[in-house]
């Protein structure tokens, strides 16, 4: 759903057959930047794309990443994110890493770990974009100063 607050107006504004994975707002608010599976298959096999979404289109398939994606960050220039994640097209097999995906352009930036980026276990998420976020920046280019919130709601 999409809320304009200028006019009250609010109206569907994107409903995907199946469950969204990991979003982000693009830093200039053009809309989200999204992980998606093609169907319900893909996502029982934790199989995601990245997708833009525009606030007036429809999705827009940016990388065939196949594989799980627990965070997405934008960068401030609009055109690069990191992604933590699984390797591309390993599913849920593998480790999560983090990487810098620049158009067609892939790179692992934690190389050299032995060790899992953020709180994925078994397929499970718990606070990676706040885990990630403050090691990234100096990454992406974000004022180490610049503050990042992330909040969750606990299911009781």
Known sequence: WLYDVQTGEL???YAPGVGLGA???WPDSRGV???QSEGDWQASQWQQDVYDLPLGGTPNKLLDWNSAAHALIPHPDGR???LVGRPAGKGNTEHAHLYLVDGEQVRRLD???DHPVGGAVGGAVGGVAG????????VLGIPQKTHVRTTRKRVR
């Open 131 to 138: 885990g990630v976020s403050g090691g990234v920046k100096g």
């Open 80 to 82: 690069r994110f990191a």
């Open 111 to 113: 190389e050299g770990h």
């Open 23 to 25: 979003w982000a707002w």
């Open 33 to 35: 930047l999204l992980a």
């Open 11 to 13: 109206r569907e504004w």
